[in-house]
């Protein structure tokens, strides 16, 4: 016999749907952390750079306060504050923050291959004499009898273990005609759109 308060027992209160539309607290506690680790990310960073970023001027100033604080203690408190001031963020707010963060990833990303690059380039130059021609070829503009003098004395550094004084000068100068030439590149780019743009008028 089919029992008659089999599916009656339902729970009919809406005081429960109500309860199911909050979010769970492991959600709540999950999104909580995320806001946390934002905030150690941002202490983490350069104070310039945190200055840049558009938040609310409490939040920074909680943020460049515990930058501030060296004793384990009062800075795991700050760092609690700002963990508190972050779940005061909007949506909005708290998307442009990480958005930022993003940005500086993927920069110091690229910054570190371009620094590798360059190492590479110079054990290049100090192992074969070749690399030096072909160096020439990409940078006319570079200073041939001085970079010699500088790859011969970084070699001699690096038989007497001396200090890689010419050694890092090769690296500088690498960056810096490095650093010419992307100047150089946009530069062209910004004509050539200027000339696009007038021939469109």
Known sequence: ??????GAVG???SEFEQEYDRPSKSQLKRESDELQKLGEALVAEPRDRVKRVPMPEDVRDAILECQNIKAHEGRRRQMQYVGKKMRTLDPEEIAIIQKTIDSWRGASKSETAAMHALERKREKLLADDDALTALRS???EVDLQHMRTLIRNARKEQAENKPPKAYREIFQILKQ???GAARKAGEEEQLDDDEDQDDER
């Not at 016999?1 to 089999?6: H, S, T, V």
């Open 138 to 140: 990409q940078y006319p």
């Open 177 to 179: 005609l490095q650093a």
């Open 1 to 6: 016999m089919p029992n008659a308060n089999r």
């Open 11 to 13: 729970f009919q209160s």
